[in-house]
């Protein structure tokens, strides 16, 4: 089995930072990429950002610069380094870990932007 642990969320108003992280851990022995989505009220989850293991990332065209994603692979953990945050950032953000050819999930946190 494989867990993700998920933390950093919170409210925060626009304009601010958060910082999330998700770590891994369970039967992992050889990971493709990690990654974050998100997904809002009445909205599909969406792709904000993956790493993999060499380094290469992608990110969301809503992104724009705001958001930088990393990873420690030792620790098998990502973080996502959100900047300059929007109200329509508004979601819960999940953390995925890729071992291809299984995928896992974790269970989400909540990012409020707000005034």
């Known amino acids: 089995q494989v867990q993700l642990v998920e933390s950093g969320g919170g409210l925060v108003q626009p304009g601010g930072s958060l910082r999330l992280s998700c770590a891994a851990s369970?039967?992992?022995?050889?990971?493709?990429?990690m990654g974050w989505y998100r997904q809002a009220p009445g909205k599909q989850r969406e792709l904000v950002a993956t790493i993999t293991r060499a380094g290469t990332t992608n990110y969301g065209n809503f992104v724009k610069g705001r958001f930088t994603i990393s990873r420690d692979n030792a620790k098998k953990t990502v973080y996502l380094q959100m900047n300059s945050l929007k109200p329509e950032d508004t979601a819960v953000y999940y953390c995925?870990?890729?071992?291809?050819?299984?995928?896992?999930w974790g269970q989400g946190t909540q990012v409020t932007v707000s005034s």
């Open positions: 369970g039967s992992i022995f050889n990971i493709y990429a």
């Open positions: 995925n870990i890729d071992l291809r050819p299984r995928e896992y």
